[in-house]
């Protein structure tokens, strides 16, 4: 029987699933995700992490408590940089700490740290580290790590085609190399909206409360960042002094920018979780460029554990409505 490695499905899992548990299969390991969140995930989570820690943070708990009897180890890794200029939260560095000294019984953890900055060949090096962990050896591990790697740029290829993260990783499980036609389909309204914020908030369906799904039922096309060509995000001209330090704001930033600059989208959403400080300050730019720019309607919706599906169903109604009515005053419409 093979090994079995935990990836806990929240942070991270929407963008490098595809790459972690491709590296991990490539060294004939067997991967366990702990699969859609569920209330009891968050329930557990919210009992065993900080309380003054946000909603994903909670989430990853009790994303981890479901795996932790169900593998031979847990992948945790302290995602430090990856792209050699931006710094991830500290929830991402200090993660596998937070775990190891909360929840009891835990199978071992490979917290190997990912950090570009370290060298050319840093994250290639730190995956090494991984492999060794399951008695791989040297040659096995860089195999794994260009699989992984290709494995990473076919789920960038069908983002980059309109897919959203979730129904991307389901297509690349299924071998599925390109969107279905419905999957590009425009909305019936012609409307288009982007949801800006980080993709662990975006994409997870509870904590979400299915924002995604609630808009294209109204007739809208969503685009979020990771639809965004990102070669041009990242040299991108941002108007501000300085780059964001952290990664996800200041990729939001970015996208932010260029959709005001570009146009092409009719709304925008900026969803964000209570309790995180990089994104409170990012939801001030983003406010601070909507009012500048005024060519484009921004809305910003704050979600927490307690937050209700009603409500956040009514607010995006309200706006949805609002532009619609907009976009009709417009000459020419």
């Not at 929830?91 to 990912?114: A, C, N, Q, T, Y």
């Not at 809305?299 to 995006?316: F, K, N, W, Y």
């Amino acid at each position: 029987m093979s090994v079995r490695v935990g990836i806990p499905g929240a942070l991270l899992y929407y963008l490098y699933y595809p790459a972690w548990s491709v590296f991990f299969r490539s060294l004939g390991a067997e991967v366990v995700s702990s699969g859609r969140t569920t209330s009891e995930m968050l329930d557990q989570g919210v009992r065993e992490a900080l309380a003054d820690a946000c909603v994903p943070v909670k989430l990853y708990f009790g994303h981890v408590m479901t795996l932790a009897q169900k593998v031979d180890y847990l992948f945790i890794p302290r995602v430090v940089c990856l792209n050699k200029e931006t710094t991830y939260c500290p929830k991402f560095l200090g993660m596998p700490d937070m775990i190891r000294h909360s929840i009891p019984d835990l199978p071992p953890m490979i917290d190997v740290r990912l950090d570009a900055r370290e060298g050319w060949n840093a994250l290639r090096l730190a995956y090494r580290q991984a492999a060794e962990m399951l008695g791989a050896g040297r040659w096995a591990a860089d195999r794994a790590y260009w699989k992984a790697a290709a494995a990473e740029r076919r789920l960038q290829a069908l983002l980059q085609k309109g897919c959203q993260p979730p129904e991307a990783i389901k297509m690349l499980n299924r071998g599925v190399a390109r969107p279905v036609p419905e999957t590009t389909a425009r909305a019936s309204t012609g409307m288009v909206f982007a949801v800006l914020g980080y993709p662990y908030i975006i994409h997870d369906q509870y904590i979400s409360l299915g924002m995604l799904p609630k808009l294209q039922k109204m007739g809208v096309r969503v685009v979020t960042a990771e639809n965004l060509p990102h070669r041009q995000l990242m040299h991108w001209h941002s108007k501000l002094d300085k780059r964001l330090f952290w990664t996800f704001s200041d990729l939001c930033m970015r996208a932010t920018e260029y959709l005001y600059a570009r146009g092409g989208v009719d709304g925008i959403i900026h969803l964000t979780a209570f309790g995180c400080g990089p994104d409170s300050l990012l939801d001030k730019f983003m406010e601070m460029k909507a009012r500048e720019q005024k060519t484009i309607p921004f809305m910003s919706l704050t979600i927490d554990e307690q937050s209700g599906e009603a409500g956040v169903a009514t607010r995006l109604e309200a706006f949805v409505d609002m532009v619609r009515r907009k976009k009709g005053a417009l000459p020419g419409a």
